[in-house]
């Protein structure tokens, strides 16, 4: 299985980017998806999750009406929109696959298969 993140860089406070996750090796359209983030010096943090059809999206708080979670199982690619990109949003940016309900989602134990990461970095 391998997860492969991209479209992380470096932008000015307001930007955006797109995130990819491209999906390889595994029956990608039975797999919820996931998007978090690590900070230099904390933990792992929930960003988004969407549900295996795509019918069920969910966000962190700290990013709800700013980013936006999507998916094409034709392409085994999952996305992350960034928009109003803040610099306490500078982190490595990880995909991760799992196949547990909508109520785990959140939480990183839950996930099976993770990407390697694409660093976002927010200048001010």
């Known amino acids: 299985v391998q997860l492969q993140a991209s479209g992380g860089g470096l932008v000015q406070d307001g930007a955006s980017l797109r995130l990819s996750c491209a999906a390889s090796?595994?029956?990608?359209?039975?797999?919820?998806m996931g998007w978090f983030r690590q900070a230099p010096g904390k933990e792992r943090d929930f960003v988004a999750a969407?549900?295996?059809?795509?019918?069920?999206?969910y966000y962190a708080a700290s990013v709800k009406g700013r980013f936006t979670i999507s998916r094409d199982n034709a392409k085994n690619t999952v996305y992350l929109q960034m928009n109003n990109l803040k610099p306490e949003d500078s982190a490595v940016y990880y995909c991760?696959?799992?196949?547990?309900?909508?109520?785990?989602?959140?939480?990183?134990?839950?996930?099976?298969?993770w990407g390697q990461g694409t660093q976002v970095t927010v200048s001010s």
């Open positions: 969407i549900t295996r059809a795509g019918d069920g999206s």
């Open positions: 991760a696959a799992t196949r547990v309900v909508i109520t785990g989602l959140s939480i990183p134990g839950h996930y099976n298969f």
């Open positions: 090796g595994l029956p990608f359209r039975n797999y919820n």
